[in-house]
């Protein structure tokens, strides 16, 4: 907290590498799947109701971002 008035909702964004294995998502813990937290988001953010499509398009990107080491021992 900074007590700067211009820093009031304003929020520190978390990195996206290895995404898919730091559920929950959100900053209170809402949503339990990344395809759910996508699909939310892309509603809140755009504006749009994401196609599955879309959203398996930007599930295959998260994914890249994973740490294939960690996303074994998390298996």
């Known amino acids: 907290m900074t007590n700067d008035e211009d820093d009031k909702f304003k ?3 978390p990195t996206l ?15 339990t799947r990344l395809n759910e937290a996508v699909k939310k988001m ?4 755009l ?8 959203v398996d398009l930007l599930l295959t990107f998260l994914n890249t971002l994973t740490d294939k080491t960690r996303q074994a021992k998390a298996e």
């Open 11 to 13: 929020f520190k964004v």
């Open 17 to 31: 590498r290895n995404i898919a294995l730091t559920w929950p998502y959100f900053h209170d813990g809402r949503m």
């Open 42 to 45: 892309g509603h809140l953010q």
């Open 47 to 54: 504006g749009k109701d994401l196609t599955a499509e879309e």
